[in-house]
């Protein structure tokens, strides 16, 4: 008997919503949200932390947004230290 390929329910829904021509994920919405705050789009990235780092930023919730605010201290600073 031959066996059927698997296919979650979330990736039909997403083509399904492709050839409609809606918006499909989260992060799509998020990226108009973003141009309508004047933000520059968030981008999704795969990231290798030391163990300790990580506990540390995670000892608050939203530990992602916490990476993106200590990062974005950082280039600030720079930026002002370089006088740009």
């Given at each position: 008997?031959?066996?059927?390929?698997?296919?979650s329910?979330?990736?039909?829904?997403?083509?399904?919503?492709?050839?409609?021509?809606?918006?499909?994920?989260?992060?799509?919405?998020?990226?108009?949200?973003?141009?309508?705050?004047?933000?520059?789009?968030?981008?999704?990235?795969?990231?290798f932390?030391?163990a300790?780092?990580?506990?540390?930023?995670?000892?608050?919730?939203?530990?992602?947004t916490?990476?993106n605010r200590?990062?974005?201290?950082?280039?600030?600073?720079?930026?002002?230290?370089?006088?740009?």
């Open positions: 008997m031959k066996q059927a390929k698997r296919v329910r979330r990736s039909t829904a997403a083509a399904a919503s492709k050839r409609r021509g809606r918006v499909v994920g989260r992060s799509e919405a998020l990226k108009g949200q973003d141009a309508r705050l004047g933000r520059e789009p968030k981008k999704r990235i795969t990231l932390l030391d300790d780092v990580l506990a540390w930023l995670r000892e608050e919730p939203k530990y992602q916490r990476i200590v990062l974005r201290e950082i280039v600030t600073r720079e930026k002002e230290e370089a006088g740009q």
